[in-house]
């Protein structure tokens, strides 16, 4: 079935994924989790209310109470089940994709991921082999709650100071938009807040750097100090800097951690990375007595690593922040507010926030994520990558194959991770001058 991947369910609304997928799904989750109470939350999309629809019908059927929470944001689905102790929660969405797509995201009790291997994988089974559960004897109940007031007045109670700093928030036509004025509208320069599941504006993935034109172009003109961009399900945010140009999102992880820390003096000083960040971001966190933890790439395992080492914080290259004091569960929003506070201190300190993360992004040049597509045997286009930098640069200093492989030498790193549903092999790569970057690149490229 093609709409179970790794951590979701997703893919074209009509064709991957149906109304007759989710209420299958909805009949399955409750037995497969033992889950008595299910919250479900849905994005703005067309097609969103069909599936969450048929998928609540289907979890009534099983026997299992459901909460509807209507539009809303990925991370509040999360958040609520954590704290209503429910024993599962959906979202209806696919995210950053397209407008034509759509899917669920589930959590286990306490806000616990729940890809493929984590319970997922029996639910395929099931529907696959038309093996649905008996409906329960006595249908479940439905019950409606609006708690997105009390979501912004946790967020209020979470946010820093923000006075003297100016800048935008773009929230993509997406969802962030049910609760962006209460939380930016007084200070900031909002763009798109009104939810369109078409995405009139441009499209709901903000490392497009299409997508963050409009932004950019608005923090260029009003001469702003920053500017924000969340997805579709404002699970992830990015940032543009005074000038309109991108901010690497793990170069924050250093600023976000060193803000988290006096708020949870109880927390162990892990901060959680992937296989993609760079070693100026590694670097600088252990310099600040943090203990990076590398994890394979996806919020499933960010998740899982923050909680078990009991960390403080953690974040992806692709714009995912986790936080302790969130259920271990990421927060577009939550970190967009940490990190606006810190350029709101920066700034009434006579700095700013690029001066802050100069010292973090300056010491490497970084190739980003390089997408090589076309690419069928991946593992063994790894291996031909790994030999051909080993040949290049001589045996590196450390070899990780948690996913895929990074390999470090003094001055310089290779990864080369498979992608687990398309032919495509992401290579990334930093060094100390953009001459030896471009030769390790051209080496590792001319192996696939």
Not at 81 to 98: I, L
Not at 432 to 439: C, F, P, V
């Amino acid at each position: 079935m093609n709409a179970f991947k790794a951590y979701d369910i997703r893919g074209v609304f009509g064709q991957d994924v149906t109304p007759a997928l989710a209420y299958q799904v909805g009949r399955c989750l409750p037995k497969t989790l033992g889950a008595r109470a299910v919250l479900v939350g849905r994005d703005a999309r067309r097609s969103s209310p069909a599936l969450a629809e048929a998928l609540v019908r289907g979890l009534l059927e099983a026997g299992a109470d459901v909460e509807d929470l209507g539009l809303c944001t990925t991370p509040m689905t999360a958040f609520f089940n954590a704290e209503g102790r429910f024993g599962a929660s959906v979202m209806v969405t696919a995210s950053h994709n397209p407008p034509d797509c759509n899917g669920l995201k589930v959590c286990k009790a306490d806000a616990r991921p729940c890809g493929y291997d984590q319970g997922l994988r029996l639910v395929e089974a099931r529907i696959a082999a038309g093996d649905l559960p008996p409906p329960a004897p006595t249908p479940g109940r439905l019950a409606a709650r609006d708690r997105l007031p009390a979501y912004v007045a946790w967020m209020k109670a979470h946010a820093p100071d923000l006075s003297g700093l100016r800048f935008a928030v773009d929230c993509s036509d997406g969802a962030a938009g049910i609760l962006a004025r209460d939380l930016f509208g007084g200070a900031a320069a909002l763009l798109n807040a009104t939810p369109d599941g078409d995405f009139p504006h441009h499209g709901p993935d903000p490392l497009q750097p299409a997508n963050r034109a409009q932004l950019a172009e608005r923090v260029r003109a009003d001469g702003l100090d920053l500017g924000l961009l969340f997805d579709g399900d404002a699970d992830r945010v990015a940032f543009v800097g005074a000038d309109g140009a991108f901010i690497p999102p793990d170069a924050l992880l250093p600023l976000l951690a060193e803000a988290l820390r006096p708020l949870s003096p109880e927390a162990r000083p892990v901060v959680v990375h992937d296989v993609r960040a760079s070693r100026g971001v590694i670097e600088a966190l252990r310099e600040r007595g943090f203990e990076p933890r590398m994890v394979k790439v996806g919020a499933a395992f960010a998740k899982t690593a923050l909680r078990e080492a009991d960390g403080l914080c953690g974040g992806e290259v692709a714009g995912h922040y986790y936080f302790r004091a969130f259920h271990w569960s990421d927060s577009g929003v939550l970190a967009a507010l940490l990190v606006l506070g810190v350029a709101a201190r920066a700034k009434r300190a006579g700095t700013s926030l690029a001066a802050l993360l100069a010292p973090i992004t300056g010491r490497y040049v970084s190739s980003g994520e390089v997408n090589l597509t076309g690419v069928e045997d991946r593992p063994a286009a790894v291996a031909r990558v790994e030999a051909a930098a080993v040949a290049l640069l001589g045996a590196p200093e450390r070899r990780t194959d948690i996913d895929g492989v990074r390999l470090e030498w003094a001055d310089a790193w290779l990864g080369a991770r498979p992608s687990n549903t398309e032919p495509i092999l992401r290579l990334a790569a930093e060094a100390r001058d953009r001459a030896s970057l471009e030769r390790l690149l051209a080496a590792a490229k001319g192996a696939v």
